[in-house]
């Protein structure tokens, strides 16, 4: 099923842990079951560039990996970590995605995406290759505290540049913003501005949460050691949540400081369709710009009747412009949904959609 955050079909996690080490990683949350000492300890998947292959090797299969956007990135870990120095999964991974016509998202908090720029500029000709890069903020002084194995946050916004130069559709993952050090007004401003000036398409923002156990441990730890002073302010919005969120009121007040910076800015809060719409099929389109009108308005505080269609469209085996008359059988589609599918059928986006995520 297409993801309407990534725009993939596919996912790839090539190490499993992940020497960044970040003192938010929700990857040590017990939930995620990775072994060993987080930071340290790393499973490689030595055996995902074969894998690969056999998957999107068309005679292989009766029926052939539908094509569709491949992320690389991590959910427990980072591709681009550093033992990939050593074992080049990344770059196996996209010879592979290459070889089969696949379009790639790769998504990284480390620099050493640099070194594949020749094999993701053919992909990119190809297909199409996205780079996005993760970040918590663009203070280098707290991301050292905060990401103690990643470039420092500069290094970063000038390969986002980099990127840009090169041809790249790129982003970044401003997620998650760290409460009452890279979220307060001039930090979150500060971030946006800068990647602004690096050339960023979208800024997809998330919120930190901090789950009971492993992760809420290590990252106490790191707070009472470098901003003792806020640990009264975490008290107050961590407090009792299972799935270790923070408080509506401190989401709410931090969501809507970004969604006014990003418009001031003038940069889309989803990736937008005009960067891959020749790229997927018109079911994944349609699915996945549902989705992020879904995301935006709930984001707003305003009711959505677009989510349940986004599901059902993604779940559909016939193209859907065999629907084209017959749309509202659909389960979630009625007529405002309609008018916006009939819409992106004919014209690859929607203007409503197109005015919401700026
Ligand atoms: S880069 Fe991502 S996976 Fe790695 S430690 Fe940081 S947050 Fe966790």
Redesign the pocket.
């Known amino acids: 099923m297409v993801d309407s955050w990534f725009v993939a079909r596919y996912g790839m996690n090539l190490y499993r842990g992940?020497l960044?080490?970040?003192a938010?990683?929700?990857?040590r949350a017990e939930g995620y079951y990775v072994e060993g000492e987080f930071?340290k300890d790393i499973e490689v998947k030595i055996n995902a560039p074969e894998l690969l292959k056999k998957e999107l090797d068309p005679t292989r299969k009766r029926n052939p990996m539908k094509k569709g956007f491949i992320m690389i990135g991590?959910?427990?870990?980072?591709s681009y970590?550093a033992l990939d120095k050593k074992y080049e999964l990344s770059r196996n991974v996209l010879k592979v995605v290459y070889q089969y016509d696949f379009p790639v998202h790769v998504l990284t908090?480390s620099t050493l995406v640099k070194r594949d720029v020749d094999i993701l500029k053919e992909i990119n000709k190809k297909s199409r290759a996205f780079v996005s890069f993760?970040f918590s903020g663009v203070d280098d002084k707290a991301c050292k505290i905060m990401?103690p194995?990643?470039p420092s946050a500069t290094e970063r916004l000038e390969t986002i540049s980099f990127f840009k130069k090169e041809g790249f559709s790129v982003g970044t993952f401003l997620m998650p913003v760290i409460p009452f050090i890279t979220d307060l007004p001039d930090q979150l401003e500060n971030s946006i501005r800068r990647f602004k000036e690096a050339g960023v398409d979208f800024i997809i923002f998330g919120r930190m949460t901090l789950k009971e156990g492993r992760q809420q441990d290590h990252f106490y730890n790191v707070l009472k050691e470098h901003y003792p002073n806020l640990l009264h302010e975490y008290n107050m919005i961590y407090k009792g949540n299972k799935w270790g969120g923070a408080s509506y009121e401190y989401y709410n007040s931090v969501n809507s400081l970004f969604l006014d910076l990003a418009k001031k800015y003038e940069i889309p809060i989803r990736i937008p369709a005009r960067l891959y719409n020749q790229f997927i099929d018109q079911n994944d389109l349609v699915a996945v710009i549902l989705g992020q009108l879904d995301y935006i308005l709930k984001q707003k505080g305003q009711k959505s009747p677009y989510g349940y269609g986004a599901y059902s469209i993604s779940q559909l085996k016939e193209p859907i412009a065999e629907y084209r008359n017959k749309l509202k059988t659909l389960k979630g589609v009625g007529p405002v949904t309609e008018k916006i599918i009939l819409e992106i059928l004919e014209t690859g986006s929607s203007k409503y959609y197109e005015k919401l995520i700026t």
Request: aromatic fraction near 4%.
């Open positions: 992940c960044h080490n970040c938010y990683c929700d990857g930071g991590g959910g427990v870990g980072d970590n908090k993760s990401e194995g990643v």
